[in-house]
């Protein structure tokens, strides 16, 4: 998990612009801010500094429990992780954790706005296309589909062998086909398949580029 940021940091990243996310400062503070993982520097000119969904986060005061250590899970990429399935000691659904996930969605919606070259919202931008699980498993979670706990059952997004793919398991076939629905609504390409041995159905989602 990334550590918080410095004093000097967050007052940067409390100054941001709170419709846009646009942060001034001095050029090592937002480098230091995008190596941390808070901020992206626009690649287009004048090459502004924006946060990032977990910059927003930060910004608004929500940080991530940690994740005890030796869970075979993607980990988190940063001060907020959404849900991907399977978690130990993961955060308990509730009004707070609901609040949480949607402001981290609102950041991504941001973050698509203003890096993807049309400023187009209904397509995953750069940032989701590096981060494939969680950028899947926010989408589902924002969604409200149920991950899934140490047992029983919701939804799992894992990392696969091809690239720019995660796939999502589901045991309720039901579950399964509108989790489809909602990727494909957040701007993912999506195909269900089955597993070799057991016959399980599970999708393939691919972040869209047009």
């Given amino acids: 998990m990334t550590r918080p940021p410095t004093a000097a940091q967050r007052r940067v990243i409390d100054a941001a612009d709170p419709v846009t996310g646009r942060l001034r400062g001095t050029e090592s503070q937002l480098t230091a801010l995008v190596k941390r993982g808070f901020a992206f520097r626009h690649p287009r000119p004048p090459h502004d ?38 978690e130990r000691g993961a955060a308990q659904a509730g009004p707070s954790r609901r609040r949480e996930v949607h402001s981290a969605w609102q950041g991504l919606l941001e973050l698509r706005r203003m890096t993807n070259p049309d400023g187009s919202v209904d397509r995953p931008c750069g940032w989701e296309r ?79 580029r047009m």
Wanted: glycine share 14%; net charge negative; aromatic share 4%.
């Fill in 130 to 208: 590096g981060h494939l699980v969680q950028a899947a498993a926010l989408a589902l979670e924002a969604a409200g589909h149920a991950p899934a706990g140490q047992e029983g059952g919701g939804y799992r997004v894992r990392e696969t062998p091809q690239p720019e793919a995660v796939a999502v398991h589901e045991p309720d076939a039901q579950a399964l086909r509108a989790c489809a629905a909602t990727l494909e609504g957040a701007g993912w390409q999506v195909s269900e398949h089955r597993e070799p041995r057991g016959g399980e159905r599970y999708l393939l989602a691919s972040p869209r």
């Fill in 49 to 86: 500094h924006f946060l990032t969904p977990e910059g927003h986060r930060v910004r608004q005061g929500i940080t991530q429990a940690p994740v005890p250590a030796g869970e075979r899970i993607p980990e988190p990429t940063g001060v907020f992780a959404a849900r991907v399935g399977g």
